[in-house]
């Protein structure tokens, strides 16, 4: 989250190892691919090919240590797959994740004792969207922070544990007395407390938080919000924030990565994100993001449907909701590349330079705006 180090420039991944200035975490052209066929007889029968839905397809990027990188895209663009892919949920079809220089999955990682990866997993943990969903209503919250200790090792000593998860209730604003209680004795928000305790139980250096805010109320929304950037300041934690609320993540991400059926189209950092789209999607977004200030002016919604990802279009797969696609757009699928504002684009108009991306658009201040465009999110 926004705090105090030094955001890098776009998304390359760069040569990991096992240094402190290497990336936490490097992803190289990951991708998940789903097998969704009818069951075997019926594709028989019926003479069908298998079917195969490319959830992600060749995502790379690289998260510095310190650092909040926020992902976002219209549901479906493989955003939650990312960050399941990443803690584990999922193995990739083709790629290579590596975490603080281990090798967790594809090229490589079958020369990595699996005790060694096991414990290099064990400095992630995942928060996930629903603080309703994700705590078991039968446990009493003491139980649940515990788990993950108690997984890691059953010999602690229980006035150990008690001792641990007070200071972890503490850490997220509860009391002590809170963990003789049930999950539906809280709120929403003190409930994604209790699942950021769990998930820092374990002293994590990396959370993956999926859309941990967008199933609170926004007062509450900003109260997490502030907890995991004052974790992340005390901690030293690094984030991977999925969300689809604009605003939101403009408040908390030092580099925002767009992402358009399985693909990241655009990685940047955030104030130049917001001030100066280049990939026509992300313009796309922000110009549909309400704003009061600017009366008058009319808003561009977000045009056409997402394509059916089964049968995704060929070439760069945004192109036919695109204003700016050309012949070329339709046969070649466009590669990620540095551009002059800063960051990564992956757009055949931006390399050409077609596009007038000068223009700047107003900035999301960090304020009752961003609350507004909360409220009427794009996404
Ligand atoms: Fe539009 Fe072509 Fe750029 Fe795709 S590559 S975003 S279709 S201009």
Known sequence: MKGGHRPIEGGAVRPAGDGA???????????????VSPPWLNRVLERRPRTLLHAVDGVSLAIERGETLALV????????????????????????????????????????????RRL??????????????????????????????????????????????AALLAQVGLAA??????PHQFSGGQRQRISIARALSTEPRFLVCDEPTSALDVSVQAQVLNLMRDLQRRLGLTYLFISHNLAVVHHVADRVGVMYLGRVVEIAPTRRLFAL????????LLEAVPDLSIVGRERVAVAGEVPNP???????????RCPSAEDRCRREAP?????????????????EG????????????????????AAGNPL
């Open 177 to 182: 007395s809170d963990g003789a209680k049930y």
């Open 21 to 35: 200035g290497a990336p936490l975490l490097v992803l190289e052209d990951v991708a998940r691919t789903f097998d």
């Open 354 to 373: 077609r596009l007038d991306v000068r223009v700047p658009l107003p900035l999301l201040p960090d304020g009752p705006r961003a609350g507004r465009a």
């Open 73 to 116: 895209g219209e549901s479906g663009c493989g955003k939650s797959t990312v960050a399941r892919l990443i803690v584990g949920l999922h193995a990739p079809t083709r790629g290579t994740l590596r975490f603080d220089g281990t090798v967790l999955a594809g090229d490589g990682a079958g020369a990595v004792a699996p005790a060694a």
């Open 310 to 320: 089964l049968d995704p279009p060929p070439g760069c797969t945004f192109h036919p």
């Open 120 to 165: 290099a997993r064990r400095g992630m943990q995942m928060i996930f969207q629903d603080p309703y969903a994700s705590l078991n209503p039968r446990w009493r919250v003491r139980d649940i922070v515990a788990e993950p200790i108690l997984a890691r090792s059953s010999a602690v000593p229980p006035r150990e544990i008690d001792t641990r998860v």
């Open 277 to 284: 789209p280049q990939h026509p999607y992300t313009r796309m």
């Open 335 to 351: 590669m990620l590349r540095r551009c002059a504002a800063g960051g990564e684009v992956a757009c055949h108009a931006v390399e």
